[in-house]
Nanobody, 115 residues
Framework: VQLVESGGGLVQAGGSLRLSCAVS????????MGWYRQAPGKQRELVAT????????DYADSVKGRFTISRDLAKNTVYLQMNSLKPEDTAVYYC?????????WGQGTQVTVSS
């Protein structure tokens, strides 16, 4: 199983980025897909998740209305569209796939928002 994130970078406050997580070796529709982030000196925290088979999406309160998680089942890829970025969104963002007996992480992609 491989999760490869891309799309991170440096952006000014108020800007946008779209992160991608290309998954191989496991079917994303059969598992919970999520994005998490970890800022320096802080614990890793949930950003957004999509349950297996689709359904109700869960967002952290801090990103509601600004971030959107989505999936492309044909490409087995998960996205995180991030708009109206703030300096406090600066972190390494990780893709996660979680099933009944599996839990995999990507290598992370750095997002830096300058003020």
């Amino acid at each position: 199983v491989q999760l490869v994130e891309s799309g991170g970078g440096l952006v000014q406050a108020g800007g946008s980025l779209r992160l991608s997580c290309a998954v191989s070796g496991i079917t994303i529709n059969l598992n919970v897909m999520g994005w998490y982030r970890q800022a320096p000196g802080k614990q890793r925290e949930l950003v957004a998740t999509i349950p297996r088979g689709g359904g109700i999406i869960d967002y952290a309160d801090s990103v509601k209305g600004r971030f959107t998680i989505s999936r492309d089942l044909a490409k087995n890829t998960v996205y995180l569209q991030m708009n109206s970025l703030k300096p406090e969104d600066t972190a390494v963002y990780y893709c996660n796939v979680r099933g009944y007996v599996v839990n995999y992480w990507g290598q992370g992609t750095q997002v830096t928002v300058s003020s």
